[in-house]
C-alpha cells in the first residue's frame, strides 16, 4: 500500500548549503597588457599586464587601444590605365611650405601627395622602385630631394617643382652639321656637359665653344633644375652619375654608396651636384659583401656630442667614422668597426632621437647597442627582444623583399614605430608596431604595408596592389580584392593576454566568469566577446563577434559633417539639449563600458583572458580596455 | 511574459548584461546565454516534476483493452506516476489493480498460473503490463504527471524551451527565482537569501494549486481517505535540512 500522506511542505523546503561546502572562488583582476606582446618569458610565471596575442590592439601608456582603418587614398596608374603593380617605396619633400609626397613601383614615379582616384606619374623611366632620398637645401636656396634606387637608374632631383634624371649615360660628344632638340646632352672636347635650350642644328664647321658664344641661348651647362650635374672620375664606374644605390646627408655633404661595391662617394660641401669622390672602404670591413646603407649618427663620446658617419654592409659590419671631409686624413678618421646580424633593407633603419635603430635578422638593434655587446648578447638588448620568436617567423617568412621603418610621431597622441613585414598572401598582411614610449609591440594584421611614409602628421603606406593607403582613419579596412576593387572590410582586434594561474599554479581552476571594463566614447557600439584560452594552447582564436551598430561619422573635428556636405534633408532640428543642434541625431547611452559578467566555464591549470572585437563603421573606434576580472573557481591539484 | 523575459530578469539580478537579441545562440556565440538557457530548462523542470503534483501536469491515460494486448506503450508525454496513482479497470472500477513492484514477485506469478483476484500490473521497459490480460471493450485508466511544462510559440507543448517567445507553464516568477538563486550558487555567489525567497514562493504557489484538503479532526478526508490508515498518524518530523 503506499503511501497517502500529505506532502509536508516543510520538510521539503531547501535550504542553502553550509559555508564550507559552497564553492569557494577567487576573484583577480588582470590589469591591461601594457607591455605589449611578451613571447620571451616562461609561460607559466609570466608578469602581469603581458599579452601573447595583440592584434589591432595598440597599447599607450595606460590601457590597450583598438586602431583604426584604413581608406585609400590614391593609387599608381593613370586614367584608364591602372598600375597595380606592388608600391616599394615611399618618400617625402618637405621644404617650408611646400610638402610632397612620392611613391614608387619598378617601373614610375609617382606624385601621390593629393587624395585621387589616381596619382601623378613623374615622366622619368626607371627600372626599380626601391628608392632612397636626402634632402638639402643648397646655399643658394633651393631645397633639392636626391634620390637613387636600387638599380643605379640615373640620379633624380626634385627641387619642389620638378624632377629631373641628371642622365648621363648616353651622352655623346657635339658633332657639326646634327639638329639638336631641347633637352638633348652634348659633351664638349673639355668634358662639360652642355644641355640643349633652343631647337636647331648645329653649324657645318667651327668648335662646340664657338657654336655656344655665337648662340648663347642654345646651350646651358646646367639640367634643367639650375644646379650642377653629377659627374665621377674619368674611369670609374660612376662617371656618368649612375651605379649609386643609396644617399644620405653627413656634416652637410650627401654621401653615395655604389651599389654592389665597398665604394662610397661623396659630393662638395652643401652641393647636390658637382664632382664625385671617392672612398674606398673595403679595407675598412672584413666579412665581404657590399655596402647597404650608410647614415649619419650622433652620439656622446665624453667630450660631448658628436656626429659620426656610419657606413654598413649586407653582412652586418658597422664602421664608424668621423670627421667633416674624407679627402682630408687629418680631419676624417675611421672610429670603429662592429658586428649586427644581417640588415633587412637598405631602408631598414629609422632615427630616434639621435641613435639609429636597423631592422636586423635578429631583431631592432639601436647602434648604440652594437657598440658594447657581442653579437650574441646582441639581441638581448634588441628593442625587439620581447617578441623575439614572432620576428624570427616574420623573418624567415619575409625577408626577401626589403624591409622598411617609419617613425609615426602623432600616432594615437603618443607615437610609434611601425615596421613592415612586407608582403604575403590575403590574411597573411601583417605590420609591427611598437609604442615608441614604452617598448610595448603589438602587431597590426591586414594593412598590405610595403612602405610607410608620413606627410602633415598622417601616415601612408604603399601595398601591393599599387594603392596608397592612408593609415588609421575611419571604422574599416579597405582591402584590394582579386578583381583589382577596393572593398571595405571589416576588421577584428584580439587580445589574449598572458597565463593567469590564480596564485596557485600546481591547481586546475575553473574560471567561471570575466568582466572587461572599457573606455569609450558615449556612441560606441561595439560587441565585444570574451572568452579564454587554457593550458597553454590558445590558438585557434575563437571567431570573431558580430560586428556593432555603425554610428556613422562621429561629431568631431573632420569627420563631423555639416552645411553643403550633408546629405538632404537636413534632420530637424530639436532641441539644443537633446544634442541636435547640428547636423546628426543626439548620440544613444553609452551603452559598452563593461562587459558585466559574462560565463566562460574554462577548466585548466592556466587561463589566458581572450578579448575580441570586430569593427565596421563610418568613424574611427575609441575604445580602450582598462582590465579584466575573473572569477575562478579553485579544483585541485591532483586531478 | 516569456522565457526570455524571465532571462532578462534573472540577469538584472545576478550581474550579467541582458542578451540583446534572442537568448538561442551557440554557446561558442555568448556563452552565458547559451546557460540561461540550459538553466532554464533545468529549473522549469525540475520545479514541474520534483516539487509537486501541480494540477495542470495531471493528466489521465486511457489503455483500450483488446482482449490480446497485454503490454501498453506509456504516453508519449509520460513523465511518472502521480505518488498515489493506481490503475483502475471498467472491468471493476471500485477497486484498482494490484501493483507488483518486484519484477522477481511479477515473474514468479506469472510462472505459477498466478494471478492477482482483481488483476495486477507492473511497469518495465517503457511499458504497463497488466495481468490477466483485459478483455475486448474494458479500459485502464491512471493518473500520471506529464513531462510538457513548456507552451511552444511554435504551436503545443514541449519539456524544453526552444524559442525566445516560449512560456513556462507554471508562475514565471518561481522559475525566475529558482534560476535567481541557482545561477549564483554555479558561480559561486552567496545565494541563502535566494533560495529562501524561492522556496517561499514555491509553497506559496504550491499551496493554491489544488484545493486545501479538508480535516475533520485530523483525519483527511480525501479521495484518498477510502484508503487511509484508520487511526491518528504522527506528524512528518518538522527537522531542517540537513
Not at chain 1, 639581441?379 to 620568436?389: L, R
Not at chain 1, 576588421?491 to 593567469?500: I, L, M, N, P
Amino acid at each position: 500500500m503506499s503511501n497517502r500522506s500529505l506532502p509536508h511542505y516543510r520538510a521539503f523546503r531547501r535550504f542553502a548549503a553550509p559555508g564550507q561546502v559552497q564553492m569557494q572562488v577567487i576573484p583577480k583582476t588582470l590589469p591591461a597588457p601594457l607591455r605589449g606582446l611578451v613571447l620571451n618569458e616562461n609561460d607559466t610565471f609570466m608578469r602581469p599586464a603581458a599579452a601573447l596575442v595583440l592584434d589591432n590592439w595598440f597599447p599607450t601608456d595606460n590601457a590597450i587601444r583598438l586602431r583604426g582603418g584604413t581608406q585609400t587614398w590614391t593609387r599608381l596608374g593613370v586614367t584608364g590605365t591602372p598600375d597595380n603593380r606592388p608600391v616599394v617605396s615611399m618618400f617625402n619633400y618637405i621644404a617650408g611650405t611646400t610638402k610632397r609626397m612620392f611613391a614608387a613601383n619598378d617601373t614610375t614615379l609617382n606624385d601621390v601627395t593629393a587624395a585621387g582616384t589616381f596619382g601623378v606619374p613623374v615622366a622619368i623611366p626607371i627600372t626599380n622602385g626601391n628608392f632612397s632620398t636626402a634632402t638639402l637645401a643648397t646655399s643658394g636656396g633651393v631645397t633639392y630631394l636626391v634620390a637613387v634606387n636600387d638599380a643605379g637608374d640615373p640620379v633624380l632631383r626634385f627641387n619642389g617643382t620638378s624632377w629631373v634624371s641628371l642622365d648621363l649615360g648616353s651622352i655623346v660628344s657635339w658633332a657639326n652639321d646634327t639638329p639638336y632638340a631641347i633637352g638633348a646632352i652634348a659633351k664638349d672636347t673639355d668634358n662639360s656637359i652642355w644641355r640643349c635650350l633652343v631647337a636647331h642644328t648645329s653649324p657645318a664647321s667651327g668648335t662646340f665653344a664657338a657654336a655656344r658664344a655665337a648662340n648663347p641661348t642654345h646651350w646651358s651647362n646646367a639640367p634643367a633644375d639650375g644646379a650642377s650635374w653629377i659627374t665621377g672620375p674619368v674611369g670609374s664606374p660612376v662617371i656618368a652619375g649612375e651605379g649609386l644605390t643609396q644617399v644620405w646627408k653627413y656634416r652637410g655633404r650627401l654621401f653615395f654608396i655604389q651599389g654592389g661595391s665597398m665604394n662610397a662617394w661623396y659630393l662638395p660641401v652643401n652641393a647636390v651636384g658637382g664632382a664625385l669622390e671617392q672612398i674606398p672602404l673595403s679595407g675598412a670591413f672584413t666579412l665581404g659583401g657590399s655596402l647597404l646603407f650608410g647614415c649619419a649618427w650622433s652620439v656622446s663620446a665624453g667630450d660631448g656630442i658628436d656626429d659620426k658617419c656610419i657606413f654598413v654592409t649586407t653582412e652586418g659590419e658597422i664602421a664608424i667614422f668621423t670627421g667633416t671631409n674624407p679627402s682630408d686624413a687629418v680631419n676624417w678618421r675611421q672610429e670603429g668597426r662592429y658586428q649586427i646580424t644581417r640588415p633587412l633593407g637598405k631602408n631598414a633603419w629609422t632615427r630616434v632621437g639621435g641613435d639609429v635603430l636597423i631592422a636586423t635578422a635578429d631583431g631592432i638593434v639601436p647602434i648604440s647597442q652594437a657598440l658594447t655587446k657581442d653579437i650574441g648578447t646582441l639581441e638581448f638588448s634588441a628593442i625587439t627582444a620581447s617578441i623575439h620568436p614572432m620576428w624570427m617567423k616574420e623573418m624567415l617568412a619575409k625577408r626577401h623583399l626589403p624591409w622598411t621603418m617609419c617613425k609615426w610621431d602623432e600616432y594615437g597622441g603618443l607615437g610609434a614605430l611601425f615596421v613592415t613585414w612586407p608582403g604575403g598572401a590575403s590574411g597573411d598582411l601583417r605590420c609591427g608596431v611598437v609604442n615608441t614610449n614604452t617598448g610595448a609591440w603589438c602587431r597590426i594584421t591586414g594593412w598590405d604595408a610595403m612602405c610607410f611614409t608620413t606627410l602633415n602628421g598622417v601616415m601612408f603606406f604603399g601595398t601591393q596592389a599599387g594603392r596608397i593607403m592612408q593609415a588609421d582613419i575611419g571604422g574599416y579596412d579597405t582591402i584590394t580584392d582579386g578583381a583589382d576593387v577596393d572593398q571595405r572590410m571589416p576588421y577584428t582586434a584580439s587580445y589574449v593576454g598572458g597565463w593567469e594561474m590564480f596564485g596557485s599554479p600546481p591547481n586546475t581552476f575553473i574560471a567561471r566568469q570575466g568582466r572587461c571594463q572599457f573606455r569609450t566614447r558615449a556612441i560606441e557600439p561595439f560587441i565585444p566577446q570574451i572568452t579564454c584560452a587554457t593550458d597553454y594552447v590558445y590558438e585557434p582564436l575563437p571567431p570573431p563577434p558580430e560586428v556593432g551598430g555603425d554610428p556613422g561619422l562621429a561629431e568631431v573635428w573632420d569627420q563631423g559633417l555639416w552645411g553643403d556636405d550633408h546629405a538632404l534633408p537636413f534632420p530637424i532640428p530639436g532641441d539644443p539639449a537633446d544634442g541636435m543642434r547640428f547636423d546628426q541625431l543626439a548620440p544613444p547611452r553609452p551603452n559598452t563600458r563593461t562587459t558585466m559578467w559574462v560565463s566562460i566555464g574554462e577548466t585548466g591549470y592556466a587561463h589566458a583572458p581572450i578579448v575580441q572585437v570586430q569593427i565596421n563603421q563610418a568613424s574611427k573606434p575609441d575604445v580602450e580596455i582598462l582590465n579584466i576580472s575573473f572569477i575562478a573557481e579553485q579544483v585541485g591539484v591532483a586531478i | 511574459m516569456t522565457v526570455q523575459s524571465v532571462v532578462r530578469e534573472v540577469c538584472a539580478v545576478v550581474g550579467v548584461r541582458e542578451p540583446a537579441g534572442s537568448i538561442f545562440v551557440l554557446s561558442t556565440q555568448d556563452r552565458t546565454a547559451w546557460e540561461m538557457v540550459q538553466l532554464a530548462n533545468e529549473m522549469s523542470q525540475r520545479i514541474a516534476y520534483n516539487t509537486r503534483e501541480w494540477q495542470n501536469f495531471r493528466k489521465l491515460a486511457t489503455l483500450p483493452g483488446d482482449g490480446t494486448t497485454s503490454a501498453f506503450d506509456l504516453p508519449a508525454d509520460w513523465q511518472r506516476m502521480l505518488k498515489t496513482s493506481e490503475i483502475y479497470s471498467t472491468a471493476q472500477p471500485t477497486l484498482p489493480l494490484t501493483f507488483v513492484s518486484d519484477p522477481d514477485e511479477w515473474l514468479v506469478d506469472e510462472m505459477n498460473g498466478y494471478t492477482e483476484p482483481g488483476g495486477a500490473w507492473t511497469i518495465y521497459g517503457n511499458q504497463i503490463h497488466v495481468r490477466p490480460t483485459p478483455p475486448v471493450g474494458t479500459q485502464l485508466k491512471f493518473w500520471y504527471l506529464h513531462k510538457n511544462c513548456v507552451a511552444l510559440t511554435s504551436g503545443g507543448y514541449g519539456d524544453t524551451f526552444l524559442a525566445d517567445t516560449d512560456v513556462f507553464r507554471l508562475p514565471e516568477r518561481l522559475l525566475k527565482l529558482g534560476m535567481i538563486w541557482q545561477w549564483k550558487a554555479n558561480k559561486g555567489g552567496t545565494y541563502a537569501e535566494d533560495i529562501a525567497n524561492y522556496e517561499d514562493a514555491l509553497s506559496t504557489v504550491a499551496g493554491s494549486d489544488k484545493p486545501a484538503p479538508i480535516l475533520v479532526g485530523r483525519v483527511n478526508l480525501s479521495v484518498a481517505a477510502n484508503q487511509s490508515y484508520p487511526f491518528l498518524t504522527p506528524s512528518a518530523p518538522e527537522t531542517p535540512y540537513p
